[in-house]
């Protein structure tokens, strides 16, 4: 019985996720439509795509002897070459810049970095001032005791 009530809140949680995306898509168009424009041309002037991605967060992004790896990388590298054809008409105009919790808000908020490739959660604070994608992860968080 207790495993059918976890699986009805796991799915009430995942439509409530569905019904906060919606709402996301649709607030504020007009602004978001200046901002992208105003980020497009930074970027077009600059010559490159700048993404802001961590390097002490697996599985999403991590050093590896050097190398870039994790999920957002991935992500990152996937995005950066259709944006790259998209944008420049060339392919691999893309500088990936490591990030802290610390140093990653600024960063966009000063243009040094166009996106940012992090997990973060949306609150109605960062939302004032942050423009958020659709979620493309959720993570529950349970706890357990003894009996």
Known sequence: MKSIAVAISYILLCVLLACATLQLMTEGVDAKTAVVSDTLQRVRARGKLVLGVPS?????????????????????????????EEIFGKPNRVEFLRV????????????????????????????????????ISCQVILFWRRK
């Open 100 to 135: 802290s919790v610390d140093t990653m808000l600024d960063l966009l908020k000063s243009g040094k970095i166009d996106v940012l490739l992090v997990p973060m959660t949306i609150t109605p604070e960062r939302k004032k001032e942050l423009d958020f994608t659709i979620p």
């Open 56 to 84: 002490d967060d697996p599985p999403f992004g991590f050093d590896e002897k050097g190398v870039l790896k994790g999920v957002d990388i991935d992500m990152g590298i996937d995005m950066g070459e259709a944006l790259s």
